[in-house]
């Protein structure tokens, strides 16, 4: 037991929680985003106290994220079976605009980087053509003399039989340790040529940059007198060490989000209840799902397009829609927001760092939502120039300044709460039914702008939103999970080859979960397989009750969750076993209870520190501000009011109140009884 550190780095803010195990008293603060990241991570700590005294540090990065988004990952070279070279473009057939005549599709490796080597195996794992190791050692040394630095290998059928991919590890590891080294069977052992084809590519595309990237920050930890565990957040809401992470770097794409919804997932579980998680950063907008108390898994994720990663990872939906977005009018004279972002250097006008172009929170400044004194040293310049900015915006729209921002707000509420309209509507799921959880430094100020789109009634801010992300790094535990094709007929296949490949599976996640420093009774195996029906390209994954599963037990289990998601039921049909997975779960999470310091006694007016003025449907209104830590329990604070935080501001509309719930969150909700 000790001090644990979450340190999540965000686009425009690095935000960092320490919290004592013993005591679970938790400590905050955000710092701006510096452009050497390890920089900023770490002079951050330093506000905390001493980085010598940590016991562990949990990080949540959009590294690898950004470098595929912005294709700055490093020069990465693919070694293929011949005939396949062009699978990257070829893909799944799809297009960037279905029904547009254009469109364009850069790979993460050109063309001239993607070399084919003469060898092949059959669908069994039988050896059809030897492979060329000379061929293959000429192929490697032109592309390390092209520049490459990194080398994907994704050779046909390779997840039943690796032999050639390993041999290609021993020719290129004939060159030096200098180059990086991906292979398939290792990344994703799975069929599915063009899925693991991508998979293994943005391993190899990213493992270079996220590799220097922790060394330096694990070097300043270091040097700072840091001694314990590094870990990683990893995109399916687990922590890896840094070592492990590197290794792995496919699986901390999404990194950074993943530690916000696992810090809902926290809240969830708490309430009992199914939760939209909403975080508004400077930069972006995420949103996932947490449904009977667990996140929603992807089995896959387009990163970008025609990027597919099959790597589980926590579901989450992206867009460039935070406080930093840029605000503009087009050429159409339409009024757009994001997805270009100030970011934190210079930032909104109203931080005063040379800003220039209007921005959300400079919107929040013009309409009174946010106290510009806690972001800028001199608030009459900064909200004049936040004026100003929007006097430009108007002008093109026949709006004066506060008008402008206004609308602006209305744009960017909308813009996410189609997001959540995304990922809930589409999936069936009626967002009325759910609770919106908002964080990130912005979050909580559009939360119930957003509900009100929605028509959801319940908005559930928790302790410390500003920096949640950085809280669901440490409230996180190990989790790792393999995956292993088998492609056999259900009535084909013994309960005894089902049992020994998931033991196989089992050795290889417990290669990396004993490097992490748990006992294996710390860890929980969990179970699941992907079946289809004979004839069928779709899948559908199935929890499964243990390792020891009989096949007939299996086709009832498959034929249960077909039937309950297609409403229809072909039985009449030989069922496939496609593959089975194994996900390892440590218990870390519910070692750490968080200490919430909720004030039991007193009235809402206890809690005022001044007043103020904020708009809201074109009128201003005379509004209450409120310390949100001396808002007594189960005490009722009615809109319209603002609630200040060290890490974030809480805004309560007109129509909306506040509470305080036993947990310490604070529960804002309707007062319209009839409203939806």
Known sequence: MGLVAGVDVGGTFTDICVVDETTGTVKVTKVPTTRNQAEGFVSGLHQLGDIAELRAIAHGTTVGTNALLERKGAATGLLTTEGFRDILELGRRTRPTPYGMKGEFQPLVARSRRSEIRERMDAEGRVLVELDRAAARAAIEALIADGVESIAVVLMHSYVNAEHEEICRELIAEFGDRVFISLSHDVLPEIGEFERTSTTVINAYLQPLISRYLERVDRELRSAGFSGPFHIMQSNGGVLNAENSARAACRSVLSGPAGGLMAAHFIARKLNRNIISADMGGTSFDVGLVMGGEPILSEQKEVAYGIPSRIPMIDIDTIGAGGGSIIRVNAGGLLTVGPESAGSIPGPISYGRGGTEPTVADANVVLGRIDVERISSDAKSAIGGALKAFEAVGEKLNLDAEAAAEASLKVADLLMANAIRSISLER????????????????????????????????????????????????????????????????????????????????????????????????????????????????????????????????????????????????????????????????????????????????????????????????????????????????????????????????????????????????????EAGHA
């Open 428 to 671: 069936g799921l009626d967002p009325r039914k759910f609770s919106l959880l908002p964080f990130g430094g912005a979050g909580p100020v559009h939360a119930c702008a957003i509900a009100d789109q929605l028509g959801i009634r319940s908005v559930v801010v928790p302790p410390w939103p500003g920096v949640f992300s950085a809280v669901g790094c440490i409230i996180s535990g190990v989790r790792f999970d393999d995956t292993r094709s088998v492609l056999k007929r259900l009535d084909r296949i013994s309960a005894k080859e089902i049992r020994e490949l998931f033991d196989l599976m089992g050795e290889r996640i417990f290669a990396i979960i004993d490097g992490e420093g748990l006992a294996r009774d710390e860890v929980v195996l969990n179970y699941e397989a992907s079946l289809q029906y004979e004839g069928q390209t779709h899948r559908v994954l199935v929890p499964l009750p243990g390792p020891n599963v009989e096949p007939d037990e299996l086709a009832r289990i498959f034929e249960a969750a077909y039937a309950k998601a297609f409403s229809v039921s072909v039985s009449e049909l030989p069922i496939r076993l496609v593959n089975l997975r194994v996900r390892a779960v440590s218990a870390a999470e519910s070692r750490i209870e968080l200490k919430v310091d909720i004030r039991r006694t007193g009235s809402a007016a206890d809690a005022v520190v001044g007043v103020t003025r904020m708009r809201f449907g074109g009128a201003w209104h005379e509004a209450r501000v409120y310390d949100r830590w001396a808002i007594p329990i189960g005490v009722d604070v009615a809109g319209p009011a603002r609630i200040d935080q060290s890490d974030t501001t809480i805004i309560i509309p007109p129509g909306w109140s506040a509470a305080v719930d036993d947990f310490g969150n604070l529960e804002i909700t309707r007062e």
